[in-house]
C-alpha cells in the first residue's frame, strides 16, 4: 500500500487536507467519494514504496487493548475494525480497512491481521490464533496488549539510556575532526621550514592528522554505503541484524538475551493463561523473534514439546536461554503455576537488563568524557611544544 497526501470538497463546502493509504490513487478516490467527498487532489507522498504496512510495538499494544475493548462492550468485530478506522492515525487506519475487508471476505481474525507487517503484527496475529483456539479472544488480545506495552516500554527507556552515550562519543568524532581538518592544517606551513627539528611529539601529531584526513572520508563513503545497503536490501538487513545480534547476546549477562527471553516468556505466559496448550503456545510465542539463529533453536524444539517434554527441560537445550529463567519455569512446575512463573521470570530478566545497560552506561559515559578530553590535551600540548620550538628557532 501507499500513503496519499489529498484535498477534497465537503458537502458544507469546506476543504479537508489528509493522508491516507491506499493500493493505488483510484482506490482511494473511490473511498472519499463514498464518505460524500468530492476529491481535488490526490498525490504520492514523498518516499513511498510499495508494501505492506508495518506495526511498531506501541501501535500494535493500543490496537490489541482498544479492539478487545470495544469486543467486550459486546460490539462485532467486523463494527468494532470500523470504529478504529474513524478514530486512528491514517497508517492505523488503513491497516485497520484492510484487515476488516478480509474478515467480511471469510478469513479468520489472524489470517486477516497479516495486512500488516514487523515483529509486532506477528504477535497479533499469534494472539489471534490462540485466542481462536481458546474460545477467549478478547482476553488473549488484552492481555497480549499488555505485554506489548511493557515490551515497548523497556526499549524505549533502553533506548533513552543510550542517547546520552551516543551523543558524547558524536561529539567525540568532531573534536577530532576539527582538529584534523581545521586545527593542524593551519599549523603546519609554520614547521614546514623546521624539517627534522620539529619535536617528535608534535611531528606525530601532524601524521596523525594526515592519517585521520585520508581515511575519514573513506570510513564515512563506506558507512554511508553500508547504511544504504542494510536499509534497502532485507537479506543483507536480516543477516546484519543477526550478526550483530549474535555478538551482542554473548556473555553470560547479556542484556539483549535478557530482554529477548523475557519478552518471550512474557507471550508464553499470555498463551498459556488463555488455555492455550503448551506445544501450540510455544510456536505462537516463538513466531515474532527476529534473530535467525535463535529462531531456529527454538523451532527445532517444536517436536520435543509435541512428545511431552517438560519446558525445562525444552529451554535447556535452547542456546543463551538464562539459567533464571530455567529455575523459574522449573519451580512453576512444580508448582502447577507455568504461566505465573513465566511472568515472574519475564520481569526479572526485563528489570536485569536495564540494570545492566543503566550500568554500563554509567561507567561508559565519564570514561568517553575522559578520554575524549585527555586526547584534545594531548595534541594542544604537543602542538603548543612545536610552536615552542619554532619560536627558539626563530629566536636562535
Known amino acids: 500500500m501507499k500513503a496519499f497526501r489529498y484535498i477534497a470538497l465537503g458537502a458544507d463546502g469546506r476543504r479537508h487536507r489528509g493522508v491516507s493509504y491506499a493500493a493505488e490513487a483510484a482506490v482511494l478516490r473511490d473511498r472519499l467519494v463514498e464518505a460524500r467527498l468530492h476529491p481535488l487532489a490526490i498525490r504520492p507522498a514523498l518516499l513511498q514504496h510499495q508494501g505492506r504496512l508495518r506495526l511498531t510495538d506501541a501501535e500494535a499494544a493500543r490496537f490489541g487493548r482498544d479492539l478487545a475493548q470495544l469486543m467486550n462492550s459486546g460490539m462485532a468485530l467486523a463494527q468494532a475494525l470500523a470504529l478504529l478506522e474513524?478514530?486512528?492515525?491514517?497508517?492505523?487506519?488503513?491497516?485497520?480497512?484492510?484487515?476488516?475487508?478480509?474478515?467480511?471476505?471469510?478469513?479468520?481474525?489472524?489470517?486477516?491481521?497479516?495486512?500488516?507487517?514487523?515483529?509486532?503484527?506477528?504477535?497479533?496475529?499469534?494472539?489471534?490464533?490462540?485466542?481462536?483456539?481458546?474460545?477467549?479472544?478478547?482476553?488473549?488480545?488484552?492481555?497480549?496488549?499488555?505485554?506489548?506495552?511493557?515490551?515497548?516500554?523497556?526499549?524505549?527507556?533502553?533506548?533513552?539510556?543510550?542517547?546520552?552515550?551516543?551523543?558524547?562519543?558524536?561529539?567525540?568524532?568532531?573534536?577530532?575532526?576539527?582538529?584534523?581538518?581545521?586545527?593542524?592544517?593551519?599549523?603546519?606551513?609554520?614547521?614546514?621550514?623546521?624539517?627534522?627539528?620539529?619535536?617528535?611529539?608534535?611531528?606525530?601529531?601532524?601524521?596523525?592528522?594526515?592519517?585521520?584526513?585520508?581515511?575519514?572520508?573513506?570510513?564515512?563513503?563506506?558507512?554511508?554505503?553500508?547504511?544504504?545497503?542494510?536499509?534497502?536490501?532485507?537479506?543483507?538487513?536480516?543477516?546484519?541484524?543477526?550478526?550483530?545480534?549474535?555478538?551482542?547476546?554473548r556473555g553470560k549477562r547479556s542484556p539483549l538475551r535478557d530482554f529477548v527471553f523475557a519478552n518471550l516468556a512474557s507471550r508464553l505466559a499470555v498463551m498459556l493463561q488463555a488455555g492455550v496448550p503448551l506445544a501450540p503456545a510455544w510456536r505462537l510465542a516463538r513466531e515474532p523473534v527476529t534473530i535467525t539463529s535463535l529462531s531456529r533453536a527454538l523451532a527445532a524444539q517444536d517436536e520435543r514439546l509435541m512428545e511431552g517434554v517438560r519446558l525445562s527441560e525444552v529451554l535447556r537445550r535452547v542456546?543463551?536461554?538464562?539459567?533464571?529463567?530455567?529455575?523459574?519455569?522449573?519451580?512453576?512446575?512444580?508448582?502447577?503455576?507455568?504461566?505465573?512463573?513465566?511472568?515472574?521470570?519475564?520481569?526479572?530478566?526485563?528489570?536485569?537488563?536495564?540494570?545492566?545497560?543503566?550500568?554500563?552506561?554509567?561507567?561508559?559515559?565519564?570514561?568517553?568524557?575522559?578520554?575524549?578530553?585527555?586526547?584534545?590535551?594531548?595534541?594542544?600540548?604537543?602542538?603548543?611544544?612545536?610552536?615552542l620550538a619554532v619560536g627558539d628557532a626563530v629566536a636562535l
Open 86 to 249: 474513524t478514530r486512528e492515525t491514517a497508517r492505523m487506519s488503513a491497516i485497520a480497512r484492510e484487515v476488516r475487508q478480509r474478515l467480511i471476505a471469510g478469513e479468520p481474525l489472524s489470517r486477516a491481521l497479516e495486512a500488516a507487517d514487523g515483529a509486532p503484527a506477528r504477535f497479533l496475529q499469534a494472539l489471534a490464533r490462540g485466542g481462536e483456539a481458546s474460545g477467549r479472544q478478547s482476553e488473549v488480545l488484552a492481555a497480549g496488549a499488555r505485554s506489548l506495552a511493557a515490551a515497548d516500554q523497556l526499549k524505549k527507556r533502553l533506548v533513552t539510556l543510550c542517547l546520552y552515550p551516543a551523543f558524547v562519543i558524536l561529539v567525540a568524532f568532531g573534536s577530532i575532526a576539527i582538529y584534523a581538518y581545521a586545527v593542524l592544517p593551519s599549523l603546519e606551513p609554520a614547521f614546514a621550514g623546521m624539517g627534522g627539528d620539529i619535536p617528535p611529539q608534535t611531528q606525530a601529531v601532524l601524521t596523525f592528522g594526515a592519517v585521520v584526513r585520508f581515511l575519514m572520508p573513506i570510513l564515512a563513503a563506506a558507512t554511508a554505503a553500508l547504511t544504504i545497503g542494510v536499509a534497502l536490501i532485507a537479506p543483507l538487513r536480516r543477516a546484519a541484524g543477526d550478526l550483530v545480534a549474535r555478538l551482542l547476546m
Open 319 to 387: 542456546p543463551a536461554c538464562p539459567p533464571d529463567l530455567i529455575h523459574y519455569v522449573l519451580m512453576g512446575e512444580h508448582s502447577g503455576q507455568v504461566a505465573a512463573a513465566l511472568n515472574d521470570g519475564s520481569a526479572l530478566l526485563g528489570a536485569r537488563a536495564q540494570e545492566a545497560i543503566e550500568r554500563v552506561l554509567s561507567v561508559l559515559t565519564p570514561l568517553v568524557i575522559i578520554v575524549v578530553g585527555a586526547m584534545v590535551g594531548l595534541i594542544t600540548m604537543m602542538v603548543f611544544q612545536g610552536l
